[in-house]
């Protein structure tokens, strides 16, 4: 950081739009000690959006209300588990010994990710399980059992990043009837659970989700200010400036666009069914103020293969779309000719 080059990092900037807890996440999650790491304001608020607002507080409120509805509230003691919820479990408590690694090798990066892949485990659990279908077919065993192995999850998650976000876990627990200093320390997660009979609160979102102002791919939003001077300029900042092996981790391919259709609940989302060579994916993507959804199939496309699945708005989204916004303008970066799906670009 140099104050002659103005970029300089006011953390109490960061801290007061998104809370301490937030920012501390995002500091031990992104940046190992010892190394030497990067940081900007763009990168903290699309891992708070993606793990914090997408993943972990979408699934909280999603089970707390699942659970509400179908208890009115008390924690159903689970049937006898099948495959899906024992795979939960284990990835679970394998989460618990990472962690435990974590803290003793000094990689707390390592552990708070464990915990986090449990999280979106638990995710694709639920869009699998299905529990409103299982509500309506009057699967009452299975559909207890369903809950209490999502909400059993969260507990143990809420305990592995207690030391990182002490007062959001703190909430995280009493929505699920855990009072004050009465969630388990990482020590006694091996002890029997004591999740069934405690009763769930419906919550306001943990972390609610915050527009990034700037341009980006996804989301086709405004650029921000400090963007748009450099435009002017047509100076490249320093500090976003990236080496070729911080390149060469992104991974983008063609994808052919099999299907469109809107998110329901959001006017500015489509889910798409994309081809990556032999690979049929799902795509959340920001564009449906530019385009219909009979417009965009057939489109061979360009995406971000490697990155990370993310929930948006309880779907799952396998990758990322790219797009170029000018003014009122958003188009999708496609290629010249026709070439096949899963090309790799580089």
């Known amino acids: 950081m140099s104050k002659s080059l103005g970029n300089v ?28 790491a990067n940081f900007s304001e763009r990168s903290f608020l699309l891992r708070y959006n993606s793990d914090l607002a997408n993943d972990l507080g979408n699934l909280l409120s999603r089970v ?50 464990a915990a986090m892949n449990v999280v979106r485990a638990v995710n694709r659990y639920i ?11 009057g699967k009452t065993e299975r559909l ?13 998650v809420a305990s592995l990043l207690a030391p990182v976000m002490p007062e959001k876990m703190a909430e995280l627990g009493s929505v699920l009837g855990f009072g004050p200093g009465e969630l388990p320390a990482i020590s006694d997660l091996e002890k029997p659970s004591t999740l069934p009979g405690r009763t769930v609160k419906d919550s306001v979102p943990l972390f609610p989700r915050i527009l990034i102002e700037e341009s980006g791919a996804e989301t086709c939003a405004k650029p921000a200010k400090a963007e748009k001077a450099a435009a002017k300029e047509q100076e490249v900042p320093v500090a976003e400036l990236i080496a070729i092996e911080d390149f060469g981790k992104v991974q983008l391919r063609t994808a052919k666009v099999l299907e469109a259709a809107p998110v329901e609940g959001a006017d500015k989302l489509l889910k798409l069914k994309i081809e990556v060579g032999s690979e049929t994916r799902q795509l959340v993507a920001g564009v449906a103020k530019y385009y219909t959804p009979e417009a965009i199939v057939g489109k061979t496309i360009v995406i971000v293969a490697n990155l990370k699945p993310a929930t948006i708005r309880g779907v799952e989204s396998q990758g990322m779309l790219l797009a170029a916004k000018s003014g009122k303008e958003c188009r999708l970066v496609t290629v010249d000719g026709d070439l096949p799906s899963g090309i790799l670009i580089g």
């Open 9 to 36: 990092v006011n953390p109490m900037d960061m801290i007061d739009r998104a809370g301490v807890d937030a920012f501390r996440y995002f500091l031990l999650a992104e940046m190992s000690p010892g190394n030497d």
């Open 64 to 113: 707390a209300k699942l659970i509400v509805r179908a208890t009115g509230g008390p924690i159903p003691v689970p049937g006898a588990p099948e495959v899906a919820d024992q795979e939960i479990c284990d990835l679970a408590r394998g989460a618990v010994s990472a962690m435990r690694s974590s803290l003793e090798e000094l990689k707390l990066d390592q552990g708070i990710n």
């Open 127 to 137: 869009e699998h399980s299905a529990p409103w279908t299982l509500a309506k077919e």
């Open 144 to 156: 207890h059992t369903v809950l209490y192995t999502a909400a059993d999850a969260l507990r143990i």
